[in-house]
């Protein structure tokens, strides 16, 4: 395998991981606070929808944004008020976010655009458009740092870097704020926290609100940078590949990150099964590579590599003592 | 609530019987979707053709899950729609069961062939088809290397990818055919982002035509060809609308036809296995404003020639579906 294969299929790997990412760390946000998160597909599939819709209708990626990450946000509101409000089952609610989000796209885009729940394509400045790097043309000729630079850094949309960036600003906002550690506090021993005087309820509702504002992002980034436009059920499994990644880097953002871009590469390279062929010298199944991120769970859970511990007060509605 | 009860029941019964009167035809959608551009999308238009032409409604269902076939196909011969068409191989097994329950009505089956006496079963020679735009592909392409996304990986779709293959090497046997299918799930019908990075990664093998055999997710292969100014190749519909003078052409299967016929038929149509090729313009290749300037007319004699030959017998397109072997492509 030459050089230039591998940096088109990085290239693959880091677009197909993005979605994966913002998803990821919606996942871990919320599940560090104590709210599982199973509608992760739901809120992707749902920003996807409305992001495409009104950057469709009004011809702006930005007010595409705004409404993508709203339809999202109101999801996680449902979310919010059945888990922690009312303290009802956490899995029952994310789940039933997925079937409303699966259900209402499709009806509201054939109501909304009668293209039979799609909506029309984007082009222009509906789409976030690739960005090329400063001095990427120029350094294209330099073998190796050059060709990596302008083949695999450069050329992608916004939210790529956006994506990117969030990681550290996760790290930085869960390990070295002390919003971060009553985040992290909330989702261990709720009690604890609300004994030190602070609100575990608006702790909560506030890791909530950052999932859904995570989540938005990776939808929009599905129909508006990898796509250009809507298709029903075009988030196909990725909320829940993303959950997948959340369990492999065990809560922790780097690994997120991590287990996102391998997940995303076993896409990539099923995309290439004469690559794939060359250097393994077997015919692999493109389906063993989609399979593998669920197999490889299912390896981490049964605790051959190391320990999935979730946070201790995860899924568990909080009551005060009386 | 016992008189609420008696007036929905009798509305019930009403729309029963009235339905059982008209006696209209029915049309099934299969899982891609009415409006998927492609298949079904040529299918709809079909009886919309019908309609408009007679005046007549017609009754329809759009699945959404595979446990709705044969729910969807009893209802409506119970309710006494008749004829009942449906789009896709997969109600080949159920209505192998479900026909010889309903005797009086007659059904229609598109892409399968079912053995009943109640049944017409329309199949296409999307190979003969797929041979034509191979031959405008290898013509069309400057790099001598074109590719082919399929949607679910069934023999149906590597027939398309087999005639495509010889159209291609009948005209550079030199050339490189790249093929992947999309998936292994009737999802694959449906997942726009993982045709558009199947085609960035075949272009990337070098890949500079692409033909998308896949249904809804031939819209992101059409559309990830656009981005990178390459050529693509419709399929079933005509797609050179999508991307005026980036989609090469399409693939015709005149899947409307094969619906408008049965409509017009009606219940008496002619049962058994009807099958459309290229002599009467079942299948062919899509030229219109959109594409007339990518097509010259060298291309355009080169295909009708070759037309002309495989009507005539003279020129005999492999069909993969026969011996489930191709003689272009491995798979």
Known sequence: MDYLTLLQILDTTVRLATPLLFACLAGLVSERAGIFDIGLEGKLLMSAFFSAAVAATTGSVWAGLAAGVGASLVLSAIHGLASITFRGNQLISGVAINFLASGLTVLIAQDWFGQGGRTPSLSGDARFNEITLPFAQSLSGLPYAGQGYTELISGHSLLVYVGLLTVPLIWWMLYRTRFGLRLRAVGENPAAVDTAGVSVLRLRYTAVAIAGVLCGLGGVYLATGLQAGFVKEMSSGRGYIALAALIFAKWRPWYALFACLLFGFFQALSFRPDVVERVARIDIPGQFLDALPYILTVVILAGFVGKAIPPRAGGEPYVKER | MTILNKFLGGAAALALTSGAALAEPALIFDLGGKFDKSFNEAAFNGAQKWAEETGNTFREIELTSEAQREQALRRFAEAGANPVVMT????????????????????????????????????????????????????????????????????????????????????????????????????????????????????????????????????????????????????????????????????????????????????????????????????????????????????????????????????????????????????
């Not at chain 2, 449906?190 to 085609?199: F, I, S, Y």
Request: aromatic share 6%; net charge negative; proline share 4%.
């Open chain 2, 88 to 331: 896709g191989f997969a109600f080949g097994s159920v209505l192998g069961e479900v026909a010889p329950d309903y005797p009086d009505t007659t059904f229609a089956i598109i892409d399968m062939v079912v053995d009943a006496p109640n049944v017409r079963s329309v199949v296409f020679n999307e190979h003969e088809g797929s041979y034509l735009v191979g031959m405008l592909a290898a013509m069309a392409s400057e790099t001598g290397t074109v590719g082919f996304i399929g949607g679910m990986d069934i023999p149906l779709i590597r027939k398309f990818a087999c005639g495509y293959a010889q159209g291609v090497k009948a005209v550079n046997p030199d050339a490189t055919v790249v093929a992947n299918m999309t998936g292994t799930t009737p999802a694959a019908w449906n997942d726009p982002v993982k045709g558009g990075e199947l085609t960035k990664a075949q272009i990337s093998q070098g890949a500079d035509v692409v033909y998308a055999a896949a249904g809804g997710t031939g819209v992101g292969v059409l559309q990830a060809a656009a981005d990178a100014d390459i050529l693509s190749i419709g399929v079933d519909s005509n797609q050179n609308y999508l991307h005026p003078g980036e989609v090469l052409t399409s693939m015709l299967k005149r899947v409307d036809n094969a619906v408008y016929e049965a409509f017009s038929q009606g219940p008496e149509m002619e049962t058994g296995i009807q099958v459309l090729g290229l002599a009467d313009d079942g299948v062919g290749y899509a030229v219109d404003d959109n594409n007339a300037s990518l097509i010259t007319d060298e291309m355009t004699a080169a295909v009708e020639d070759a037309k002309a030959k495989i009507v005539s017998g003279e020129v005999q397109v492999h069909d993969y579906m026969s011996d489930d072997s191709c003689p272009a492509i491995d798979f």
